[in-house]
């Protein structure tokens, strides 16, 4: 999207959900002889069409999006009798309504002082709108000519998953698997391991001791180290949208083994993977 276009979308917010059907004020693209009468006869939000102000907030690169930061400015016209407080609280007032509406990308507005301009025999008040967002530098004349950031207000191309990274993605990235422990229960006391993720890949294994152990008692092989992964059942480990689950057999099975992963008072580790 341009730049001049999300100005369009503006004026178009601002007349059609901030004024609505009133008549002495109205919002328009830019304040010329055909758009506005000189002397002005009612109040104006006249944007300045090609003074907007785009300022990277990370190094610049041709591979990778930026954090931009863009100032589109408005001036508020008004017949120069109107009260200056006035005017300059309902530029507030619609400044707000664009604001709330662009609450994800905009980051606030300015309002300057009022003062006459006797070239247009108006109060004008000034005013600033900063917006901050991801400018994708994929739009470009050539392979090595990059068009102006001021240009493209780019944000449906980032929300393009096919050719961006999604938050959920990125985190695989920067943090793919995390790490922790649990104290077993015992047999009939399963352990929910609470995560933030739905694991993809769980590794379990004992604290300070062996991962398999011989229990002389019953004559029975003890595995204390295990794997569970998305997609494939397993007995005493349950992956979750949120963690997992730990169960102890309570039975030894024929085979004479049995995994040993919720002993009570044992401490374990786990590597839980996204």
């Given at each position: 999207m341009t730049t001049?276009?999300?100005?369009?979308?503006?004026?178009?917010l601002i007349n059609e959900q901030v004024l609505q059907s009133t008549d002495d004020v109205e919002a328009v693209l830019s304040f010329d002889d055909?758009?506005?009468?000189?002397?002005?006869?009612?109040?104006?939000?006249?944007?300045?069409?090609?003074?907007?102000?785009?300022?990277l907030l990370e190094d610049s690169t041709q591979n990778?999006?930026?954090?931009?930061?863009?100032?589109?400015?408005?001036?508020?016209?008004?017949?120069?009798?109107?009260?200056?407080?006035e005017i300059a609280s309902q530029a507030e007032a619609v400044l707000d309504k664009v604001n709330e509406?662009?609450?994800?990308?905009?980051?606030?507005?300015?309002?300057?002082?009022?003062?006459?301009?006797?070239?247009?025999?108006?109060?004008?008040?000034?005013?600033?709108?900063f917006f901050r967002f991801e400018q994708c530098p994929a739009f470009q004349i050539s392979g090595s000519v990059i068009l102006p950031f001021a240009d493209f207000f780019c944000k449906t191309h980032v929300l393009d998953g096919s050719v961006h990274l999604t938050v959920s993605e990125r985190e695989k990235l920067n943090e793919p698997f995390v790490t922790g422990s649990y104290v077993g229960l015992?047999?009939?006391?399963?352990?929910t391991v609470p995560l933030s993720f739905a694991p993809r890949l769980v590794l379990i294994f004992p604290q300070d001791a062996a991962f398999a152990?011989?229990?002389?008692?019953?004559?029975?092989?003890?595995?204390?180290?295990?794997?569970?992964?998305?997609?494939?059942?397993?007995?005493?480990?349950?992956?979750?949208?949120?963690?997992?689950?730990?169960?102890?057999?309570?039975?030894?099975?024929?085979d004479g083994s049995i995994r040993s992963?919720?002993?009570?008072?044992?401490?374990?580790?786990?590597a839980a993977f996204r």
């Open positions: 001049s276009n999300l100005v369009r979308e503006i004026v178009r055909r758009t506005v009468p000189q002397p002005v006869d009612k109040i104006y939000f006249a944007f300045l069409i090609g003074q907007d102000k785009v300022s990778a999006c930026q954090l931009t930061q863009l100032t589109i400015s408005m001036n508020c016209y008004a017949p120069p009798g109107e009260n200056a407080i509406h662009y609450s994800g990308i905009m980051q606030g507005y300015e309002i300057g002082s009022a003062a006459l301009d006797d070239y247009l025999k108006a109060l004008k008040v000034p005013c600033s709108m015992g047999a009939y006391n399963p352990v152990a011989l229990d002389s008692t019953h004559n029975t092989l003890l595995w204390r180290a295990a794997a569970a992964a998305a997609n494939m059942t397993d007995s005493t480990i349950t992956l979750l949208q949120t963690g997992f689950r730990v169960t102890q057999p309570d039975t030894i099975p024929f992963l919720n002993e009570t008072n044992r401490v374990y580790c786990y």
